[in-house]
């Protein structure tokens, strides 16, 4: 504290300015009313932190509970909205980390952020585009149609001009046969 009154001391010595003794506690009610609303954020910030420490102990609906807590308790703000869903990819939580991006997302701030976290959550492609075709034809093969458009999404953003990629935007576009669907 010392410090503080050494600095204010030097600086009217310098501009020149006489200070009352009581404008020292108003200055500081007046500084923490201007920054209140960042305050406060970064308190509820807190807040979920912990919230989100109590949760990785806990498992089943308490879990549930308290991580819908912490991201009710971010609101909209885009920096506990990170915060929140970071510490979920650290805790292998993807489907809450998918729940705040999407929140995070919409408030169409803190965007490296938000397509940093976008890329941890996709599943790492393969090196080639012709590993990345043989795998959606194998999703497809074995009846996961969603996983294969995801992923054959995923491959034409990386390799948007590649012909075999291409060819399978038609396959995955094509209803099931009837035989296959259970119909006779």
């Not at 932190?49 to 109590?54: A, C, E, H, P, S």
Request: aromatic fraction near 4%; avoid cysteine; charged fraction near 30%.
């Amino acid at each position: 504290m010392g410090g503080i009154v050494q600095l204010v001391r030097l600086f009217t010595s310098i501009t020149g300015l006489s200070l009352a003794p009581w404008m020292g506690p108003v200055a500081l009610l007046v500084a923490g009313v201007l920054f209140w609303p960042w305050i406060s954020v970064n308190i509820r910030t807190g807040d979920a932190r912990k919230l989100m420490v109590q949760a990785a102990r806990e498992r089943g609906e308490e879990r549930v509970r308290l991580e819908t807590k912490a991201l009710d308790m971010v609101g909209n703000g885009p920096d506990g909205l990170v915060m929140i869903a970071k510490t979920a990819v650290e805790q292998g939580r993807k489907e809450l980390a998918a729940r705040a991006v999407d929140k995070l997302r919409a408030t169409k701030k803190r965007l490296p952020d938000l397509r940093r976290l976008e890329r941890e959550l996709e599943p790492p492609l393969p090196g080639t585009s012709a590993e990345a075709a043989l795998l959606v034809e194998r999703l497809l093969g074995t009846g996961m149609d969603a996983e294969a458009r995801a992923r054959l999404a995923q491959a034409r953003r990386k390799w948007p001009f590649d012909d075999e990629l291409e060819a399978l935007v038609e396959v995955v576009s094509q209803p099931p046969p009837a035989q296959e669907r259970g119909e006779a």
